[in-house]
């Protein structure tokens, strides 16, 4: 089973759920990984604090 993390993302599309907004969003470890080697690429991973 994946790792996964937790993010609070609020927006439009989530706002009508309630468990999405108190609980949200599960992230696997692969995908943040995925994310930080493209802010790294971009070198914005210390503003985006993905370092």
Do not use: H
Not at 33 to 41: D, G, Q
């Amino acid at each position: 089973m994946p790792r996964t993390s937790t993010v609070l993302v609020r927006s439009r599309a989530c706002a009508s759920s309630g468990a999405r907004l108190r609980d949200g969003i599960a992230i696997e470890d692969a995908t943040w990984e995925k994310l930080r080697a493209l802010a790294r690429e971009y070198r914005l991973d210390a503003v985006l604090d993905l370092a």
